[in-house]
């Protein structure tokens, strides 16, 4: 099994920043994407963006240039740098893991890991 635990979100005011980090822990062999997504209320679940084992990153169109996710392979946490905030990110923003897990000395997977959210309201 794989935990994430999120942080960072809050209450910021249009143009302002927020740092969202996800650490992922447990039986992990190796992590091959993690990501941000985001849902606000009465609409899906949207990508934000995501960066791979490799370093490679993709962002939505709405938060390229604004948005920066990195990610410290050593502690297997990624972080979402979001800067010059608007009221249209207002959202639950999740974090999300594909993964190998490592049971018996075995390597299997991939799975899919969700976090429980952080709430980031941007108020006008």
């Known amino acids: 099994q794989v935990q994430l635990v999120e942080s960072g979100g809050g209450l910021v005011q249009a143009g302002g920043s927020l740092r969202l980090p996800c650490a992922a822990s447990g039986s992990i062999f190796s992590i091959h994407v993690m990501g941000w997504y985001r849902q606000a209320p009465g609409k899906q679940r949207e990508l934000v963006a995501t960066?791979?084992?490799?370093?490679?990153?993709n962002y939505q169109d709405s938060v390229k240039g604004r948005f920066t996710i990195s990610r410290d392979t050593s502690k297997n946490t990624v972080y979402l740098q979001m800067n010059s905030l608007k009221p249209e990110d207002t959202a639950l923003y999740l974090c999300n893991v594909d993964v190998s897990l490592l049971r018996n000395g075995i390597p299997f997977g991939p799975y899919t890991y969700w976090g429980q959210g952080t709430q980031v309201t941007v108020s006008s």
């Open positions: 960066i791979t084992s490799g370093g490679s990153t």
